[in-house]
Structure formats: C-alpha cells, structure tokens
C-alpha cells in the first residue's frame, strides 16, 4: 500500500526537522501550555502528534507527567533518543490519532503545529482525531490545539479556497539522508466557526480562538484573516 503524503514526510525526518524554523518556538508554547493549566504539575498530559517530542521533552523537564504519541517510527526514535540523553522518563507510543486507546485518562491534551489534525484526506478523518483526543479526557479536561486558519486563504484568494478548502501544494523536501523528496501536500484549512461548531458537537462548554505566533502563544492576539494559523483553547464539559 503507498504511504500517504504525511507519512512519507515524516520518514527519516527528525534531525532535519528539529532544524526547520517552525520548530523554534517550542520554549514560548510550552510557558503558555503552563499558564493555561495554572502550573499543575499533578495532572497528566497527552501530545498528539508529538513528532520528535520537542513539547513533551520540555514539558517533562518541568516537571509535568506527559505521553507522546505519533504515527512516524523515525520521529518517535528521534524523541526517544533526546528523552534518554536528557535523563527523562516519557513514554513514546506509536499510535494513530483516529483511533486512541485512551479513555477519561489525561487533564489536558495538546496537539500542536498540525502534528495530526488537520493533515487527513477527507474531513470525516480529521473529525475522527478531534473525537479521539476527547474521548481521551477527563471530564473538565482542557484540548490546546492549533490548525490551520480559513480565513487566510479566503481572503487572499477566494475562488481557490471555496472550491475545496483545501491547500493543495507541492512540497519539496530533504531527509536526514539528503534525500530529497517531493511530496503532494492535501491539508484542510478550518474557518474558526468550523471549529467552534464542531467542537460543540463534541461537548466543549468553552471555546476560545487566537492567533497563533511562532513561540509567542497568548489570548492577546486576536485571530485576523492575516494569521496563516490558529490556537484553539476547548474546555470539556
């Protein structure tokens, strides 16, 4: 069977990926990640998507009891092996995020700079991940994530987008091999009373929509059609 585009990205790409400049911000999301949970290090978290763990190994140093999951053998190793020379006990499993094991078990989940959602072929996948990270809180429990933000493209090119709300691209990149790859990128773009409505589908009570900066996550910045993506706070019912 032939790998989908984000699996083949994610092949033999974790040295080369903890490199590229959208992952630089990982101190300035994690102090936010903090804020949001008012520093409780007594409750247990769950990142989807987690990659080569760059939020869960940061986390953990502070002192948080984190699992990190993902569908990529190659960036699951590459956490591993950073996990283990920083002396740091998190568990690294390899799960696909439309089908969770979890059920009431974490206090907040966290899926950031579209580890999972928003990446899948049809919406009713994407839907699948949204279910599976709630049906893996707790009741209370908090989802942080960002996706991409519908409005940037609706207004920067509005016939494009209302064909399929799609971003349909070419991707060219090199491997930890220098290989390079070329890939046929499919990602969805969500407007945020997409989001809202459904997440309320789900049971979210509380929903709050922002800008999200590179590093600088913050309920300050108010999410325009000029934010190539969004941070999504949800608070279970």
């Known amino acids: 069977m032939q790998s989908k585009w984000y699996e083949t990205l994610f092949e033999n790409y974790g040295q080369k990926y903890d490199s590229e400049s959208f992952t630089q911000g990982t101190i300035g999301e994690c102090d936010f990640i903090e804020k949001e949970i008012g520093f409780n290090k007594s409750i247990k978290i769950l990142d989807i998507g987690c990659g080569t763990g760059r939020h869960s190994i940061e986390l953990s140093k502070r002192g948080y009891n984190i699992m990190g999951i993902d569908l990529s ?5 590459r956490a591993r092996e950073k996990a283990q020379k920083r002396g740091l006990k998190i568990n690294f499993l390899k799960h696909d995020a439309r089908s969770l094991p979890f059920e009431n078990e974490f206090d907040l989940v966290i899926m950031l700079c579209e580890g999972a959602f928003p990446l899948m072929e049809t919406d009713e996948m994407n839907y699948e991940i949204l279910e599976n990270a709630t049906k893996s809180l707790k009741d209370s429990g908090k989802f942080i994530f960002t996706t991409l933000n519908g409005l940037f493209p609706l207004y920067h090119s509005v ?8 971003d ?12 390079k790859k070329k890939l046929e990128c499919n990602e969805r773009y ?16 509380k929903i709050d929509i922002f800008d999200a900066k590179l590093g600088a996550l913050s309920r300050n910045d108010k999410l325009t059609t000029g934010d190539f993506e969004m941070l999504v706070v949800a608070e279970k019912q």
């Open 190 to 205: 969500y407007l945020p009373s997409e989001i809202t409505w459904l997440l309320k589908t789900l049971g979210y009570i």
């Open 73 to 77: 053998d190659s960036q699951l190793a």
């Open 168 to 179: 349909r691209n070419i991707t060219e990149v090199e491997d930890d091999n220098g290989n």
């Open 159 to 166: 016939e494009e987008f209302c064909s399929s709300n799609r």
